[in-house]
């Protein structure tokens, strides 16, 4: 038997956190590093700092590598995540969408097929050398409820592959067939290439089910694919006989590409996420990022969701947003909820000491499957109130206490206390937020039609964020980027 030290841990546990720890600092020593790893969160038990601070410094090992996509995309082709013996994965393919053509993009990029696989948590164990059904002949229950994954990455990396850790659960937790796709990643191919396919799979969806019966989840960049499938099935889907799913649910959500709040910089002593990619042979001046060509494409709503604007007389579908309040991302969710749609159904929920994608950790934090069971239930109750059988989906901003002796209590909360995690070093209202709320709004309809309204907007950034737009960051969840070798 284990010892059992006073706080609950075993002391197993916290001898394996200390050598970490020593390894963390010897790590150090050899490399550079954008994280400072000595900043460990209040609330983190033994093996969440142990958990969190060994990717970081896996991390910060490459935070001055040149990024090489293609080593990266092959490793991580093999990692596939262990998942249940309940769960039975079924390989899918969907036809694009070819007679639809989004604004630049060409007709035959709306051609081909995109992989998927339906994951089932199932009542009973399966046979893990058991055969799979024929594709042709595999085909939930049109009459049930169903939910379309968009997986992370910074839209240039991972699959449905590297995600069945998180995809598995949401079909536990929703009791429903999950759909994950392998949308097109970037930079070979940009936007609105990812988009497409998400309309595309979302209309396979569709075509035999009602869109009450869909929920979209998705996590970090596949968060913002979400949203801006809504988004655009909210301005556009009518003309294509497309209509709002019952709910979209999203953790970690990346919906500011130009990195514009202060916790993107303010949380890098906490998070996961590097500040940076360096990779000269894309990223410049004029191109932030892989998703996107140039930067003229940084404000518009279906790349950048924090700059979409609240339509009173096209309400959205509720919407459940969580979020780490010491993960770089944070901001963007809350100036999101509490600001830019201030009067929509969104449930907000920050997790106190949580990073990015802290769902992914689940073998280690608990909070991370209460997390996922909270989400299970907000798509079961957005598809009940799609029905109108008498639910309804509340508007809320939550805080869930990192307390697991108390079972990781939620609370409503203020005004004023969302305004604080607003707040900069120095204990002033970040003037970086209220700048975006009025310049961005402003700029972001002048720049639709005008590039140097655009231009105007990135110099606006520059001047006003302590995070360079110029930096590109895309490591998700507990993925790490590898060494580049010679190209």
Same mark, same amino acid.
């Given at each position: 038997?284990?010892?059992?030290?006073?706080?609950?841990?075993?002391?197993?546990?916290?001898q394996?956190?200390?050598?970490?720890?020593?390894?963390?600092?010897?790590?150090?020593?050899?490399? @550079?590093?954008?994280?400072?790893?000595?900043? *460990?969160?209040?609330?983190?038990?033994?093996?969440?700092a142990?958990?969190?601070?060994?990717?970081r410094?896996? !991390?910060?090992?490459?935070?001055?590598?040149? /990024?090489?996509?293609?080593?990266?995309r092959r490793v991580?082709?093999?990692?596939?995540?262990?998942?249940?013996?309940?769960?039975?994965?079924?390989?899918t393919?969907?036809?694009?969408?070819?007679? #639809?053509?989004?604004?630049?993009?060409?007709?035959?990029?709306?051609?081909?097929?995109?992989?998927?696989?339906?994951?089932?948590? #199932?009542?009973?164990?399966?046979?893990?050398?058991?055969? !799979?059904l024929?594709?042709?002949?595999?085909?939930?229950n049109?009459?049930?409820?169903?939910?379309?994954?968009?997986?992370?990455?910074?839209?240039?990396?991972?699959?449905?592959?590297?995600?069945?850790?998180?995809?598995? +659960?949401v079909?536990?937790?929703? +009791?429903?067939?999950v759909?994950?796709? *392998?949308?097109?990643?970037?930079p070979?191919?940009?936007?609105?290439?990812?988009?497409? *396919?998400?309309?595309?799979?979302?209309?396979?969806?569709?075509? &035999?089910?009602?869109?009450?019966?869909?929920?979209?989840?998705? *996590?970090?960049?596949?968060?913002?694919?979400a949203?801006?499938?809504a988004?655009?099935?909210?301005?556009?889907?009518?003309? =294509?006989?497309?209509?709002?799913?019952?709910?979209?649910?999203?953790m970690?959500?990346?919906?500011?590409?130009s990195?514009?709040?202060?916790?993107? +910089?303010h949380?890098?002593?906490?998070?996961?996420?590097?500040?940076?990619?360096?990779?000269?042979?894309?990223?410049?001046?004029?191109?932030s990022?892989? =998703?996107?060509?140039? !930067?003229?494409?940084?404000?518009?709503?279906? /790349?950048?969701?924090?700059?979409?604007?609240?339509i @009173?007389?096209?309400?959205?579908? @509720?919407?459940?947003?969580?979020?780490?309040?010491?993960?770089?991302?944070?901001d963007?969710?809350i100036?999101?909820?509490?600001?830019?749609?201030?009067?929509?159904?969104?449930?907000?929920?920050?997790?106190?000491?949580?990073?990015? /994608?802290?769902?992914?950790l689940?073998?280690?934090?608990? /909070?991370?499957?209460?997390?996922?069971e909270?989400?299970?239930?907000?798509?079961?109750?957005?598809v009940a109130?799609?029905?109108? !059988?008498g639910?309804?989906?509340?508007?809320?901003i939550?805080?869930?206490d990192?307390?697991?002796?108390?079972?990781?209590?939620?609370?409503?909360?203020t005004?004023?206390?969302?305004?604080m995690?607003?707040?900069?070093?120095?204990?002033?209202?970040?003037?970086?937020?209220?700048?975006? #709320?009025?310049?961005?709004?402003?700029? &972001?309809?002048?720049s639709?039609?005008?590039?140097?309204?655009?231009?105007?907007?990135?110099?606006?950034?520059?001047?006003?964020?302590?995070?360079?737009?110029?930096?590109?960051?895309?490591?998700?969840?507990?993925?790490? @980027?590898?060494p580049?070798?010679?190209?």
């Amino acid at each position: 038997m284990v010892a059992t030290t006073s706080s609950g841990e075993t002391s197993f546990i916290a001898q394996v956190h200390r050598n970490g720890r020593a390894f963390i600092q010897k790590a150090l020593q050899r490399s @550079p590093s954008q994280i400072d790893l000595n900043q *460990d969160h209040p609330t983190w038990d033994s093996k969440t700092a142990f958990a969190i601070n060994t990717i970081r410094t896996l !991390n910060s090992m490459t935070a001055e590598t040149p /990024v090489n996509l293609q080593r990266i995309r092959r490793v991580r082709s093999y990692i596939t995540l262990p998942t249940h013996l309940n769960v039975r994965i079924q390989k899918t393919h969907i036809s694009r969408r070819s007679s #639809l053509v989004l604004e630049h993009m060409t007709p035959n990029q709306a051609t081909g097929t995109i992989k998927g696989e339906w994951v089932e948590y #199932l009542d009973e164990p399966q046979s893990f050398f058991g055969p !799979n059904l024929p594709q042709s002949q595999y085909q939930p229950n049109t009459d049930g409820m169903v939910v379309l994954y968009l997986h992370g990455g910074g839209y240039a990396l991972c699959s449905r592959k590297t995600h069945r850790g998180l995809t598995w +659960k949401v079909a536990k937790h929703t +009791k429903s067939p999950v759909l994950a796709i *392998d949308y097109r990643l970037a930079p070979e191919h940009v936007f609105p290439l990812a988009l497409h *396919d998400a309309i595309s799979a979302y209309s396979f969806l569709t075509r &035999t089910r009602s869109a009450s019966k869909v929920t979209i989840v998705g *996590d970090s960049a596949g968060g913002g694919l979400a949203l801006a499938l809504a988004l655009w099935l909210r301005d556009s889907g009518a003309d =294509y006989g497309l209509s709002l799913p019952a709910g979209v649910a999203l953790m970690s959500p990346w919906l500011d590409l130009s990195h514009s709040l202060p916790s993107f +910089k303010h949380n890098g002593k906490y998070d996961l996420l590097r500040e940076k990619v360096v990779d000269t042979s894309i990223i410049s001046d004029t191109r932030s990022h892989f =998703y996107i060509s140039d !930067n003229s494409f940084l404000t518009n709503p279906l /790349v950048s969701p924090l700059f979409a604007q609240e339509i @009173p007389e096209k309400q959205m579908c @509720p919407i459940l947003i969580q979020v780490g309040d010491s993960e770089r991302l944070r901001d963007e969710s809350i100036v999101f909820a509490m600001n830019r749609f201030s009067q929509s159904t969104i449930q907000l929920e920050i997790y106190e000491g949580m990073v990015h /994608v802290f769902q992914m950790l689940s073998s280690f934090i608990k /909070v991370a499957d209460v997390a996922m069971e909270r989400l299970g239930n907000f798509a079961v109750e957005s598809v009940a109130a799609a029905s109108e !059988n008498g639910v309804s989906i509340e508007r809320s901003i939550k805080w869930i206490d990192n307390d697991i002796k108390n079972d990781f209590p939620a609370r409503l909360m203020t005004n004023e206390e969302v305004d604080m995690l607003l707040e900069t070093a120095n204990g002033q209202i970040a003037e970086e937020v209220s700048s975006v #709320l009025d310049f961005g709004a402003e700029a &972001t309809r002048e720049s639709e039609d005008d590039p140097e309204a655009a231009q105007l907007l990135i110099d606006f950034r520059n001047s006003s964020s302590d995070s360079a737009v110029s930096d590109v960051e895309f490591s998700e969840g507990p993925f790490v @980027p590898l060494p580049n070798v010679n190209r």
